[in-house]
């Protein structure tokens, strides 16, 4: 019989009345029924169309179209039945499911994945909670809660550590996803007798909410750091502990912001509660007065009350032993960031470039040397002047007004870092299991989803590049857990050598890859237009996830696995360096203030602080160099992303899943806008996929910009995510 390959079937005949998938410039794609049969060789086919028959091409490379799946299979829960799994047929099943049935959640075989409804939905209350507690993930409709007690039951029953990895775009629901994890344990997790360790460990949210996430032009509450957070159980199967660890908090955001834009919401619920009488003290003014948080000259949340919010992290605080008076100190260090912001350094001339000064009656400077407990004349000195050592002696020189201002950016961006990792710290000692050690533990991995917006910088860079070793280890992860699944089965099957997204990753963090090449030119001549040329001279026509910007020679382009984002080279080299001068250091270790001399203890040591000199631009030699070169922020992603692979016991097994042996049960949530994207991974196993990656990842990005605040009804808002997807993949 001839046989022809036909969109991850084999086929002979298709028969007339047959329903196929064509694409479709409103709908993306809509069904047709074929009105003789198709033989392999045909060059064309004859479809009926709702509004109309129509000779449709059948000619390589697009061949005969999607082939659509049994009506009995239609809206079925998990996406791995359908005959035919390509993205039409996967689109109308999750559309289906969502219009049709109100059902956000999909399992595609091991994942599931979720849509972002934008509107609360009664389907998360204690009820439903109890109802998935103890049963099985087969005989449930899929849930996020399905996905937790699998976790659970197979922490207690194989006695192994779990992880869910919560992967999506930016805006897709991760963090909503993550928390409902969350509180799923701590209601079956909760312990017979009253304690209120669950309730810490849920507390920790709002806080880590409060000073790591902002509002973006794609997500109003938009986590801006990595959260891998360990819920540690006892043998009884009880929460007794957590361990949060955080990763590469974004840290230019406190001192600019976009337009729509917000800095972290600490700062708008501390300036919208500045009557309370307790936080008089802290002088605050408006959101609006302060240059730190009105750059992006809308400081309000639709729906959000700002005063309510500092409450309920205070509430947060208090539950997790950090007493009013701790929580003033902090507070007093965040509203000096503030004050710092408005610091007005001037330039003694009509040149940026000439020395700078500040006014001697400069209230912001004096308030945020106040609130500090420091002296205030001194920190002044060191905001406009330098210590450099030329030929072994020591000079002072003046700061040009730039310099300036950049260095007092710096050192806000600084100590807001400082006291996010402190925080961290205080939270982790006291979610600190102190009955007993704990026997196992489900981790829950929640990132900052893949984004590009207008302008992209060393931000999104970092995050993008996050989002790609996720990407790859959920390659790895599925195409061997599914094969392995496959060959215990005893299916006839040829073992497939998948590829995955190490091109892209090695572009970027291999040798002479971007950040390496980034590296170089922070050491030796700091100019980012050098540094862009050497981009161009490594990899364009080299590496195929590199390429030019039109008219423009200071941006790149990188092809993402999620999209392709342009970069904007102006801001890397510094981000990169990262450099803060040690003198207003070392007035803020001397501080009268406890915590906020604490808060710069303990770096010296850790030698993470670049001293003086890296600004100098100078050429250093040998392990000088090395030293310096691992300060900056790429080498530490690079090898912070490393340890994800390489460390067993840090975090281990939530990423690999080695079959057999110490393998530990995964599972993962995705968000509505990586569906087609996993679809493509998941279809890329039995057979090659017809249509290009990139078209595909475009229409996943273009999922993700729904606003929650706009909250459409739910046909106009598929509807809008065909035609966006539509549109941007251009068919
Ligand atoms: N299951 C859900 N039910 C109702 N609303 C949801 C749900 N999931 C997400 N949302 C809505 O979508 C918004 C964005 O979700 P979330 O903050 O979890 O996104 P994210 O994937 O964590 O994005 P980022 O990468 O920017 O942090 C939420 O604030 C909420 O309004
Ligand atoms: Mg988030």
Redesign the pocket.
Known sequence: MEEKECHWVTVSVVSQGACVWVPDPEAVWVSAQLLQNYRPGDQHILIQLTDGRMEYPVLPPAGLPPLGNPDILEGGNDLTALTFLHEPAVLHNLRVRFLDYSS?YTYCGIVLV?L??????PI?GEEVIDAYSGQDMADMEPH?FSVAEEAYRTMIREEKNQSIIIS???????????K?TMRYFAVVGGAAQQTSVEEKVLASNPIMEAIG?AK?T??????RFGKYIEIGFGCKGDIIGANMRTYLLEKSRVVFQAAQERNYHIFYQLCASRDLPELRTLKLDSAENFHYTNQGQDVHIFGTDDVVELERTRNAFTILGVQPDQQMEIFRILAAILHLGNVNIQASGRDISYSSYWQANDRSLAIFAKLLGVEGTQMAQWLCHRRLTVGGEMLVKPMAGQQANEARDALAKHVYEQLFTWTVQRLNSSLRAHREQPKSFIGVL????F?TFDRNSFEQFCINYANEKLQQQFNRHVFQLEQEEYLREELPWNRIEFSDNQPCIALIEGQLGLLDLLDEECRVRNLHINWTRKLYDQHLNHSPHFTHVRMSNSAFIVVHFADMVQYECDGFLDKNRDTVFEEPINILRASQSELVAELFQKESAGGSLPNSSLANGSIRSGKRAHREHKLTVGFQVILFYRSLNSVPSSIPDSFICTPGGHTRNSTLVI?CCYVVLFLWMMCAVPARVPFSISSLIQSSTALARPR?SSGPDRLQYWRSLEGIGYMQQGF
């Open positions: 956000i979720a972002n409804p934008y509107e609360q939905l998360y996020i999506g775009e930016s805006g897709s629901g991760k963090t909503v996803s993550a409902f996430n973006t794609r997500n109003d509450n938009s986590s929640d990132i900052y989803g984004e968000g929650s």
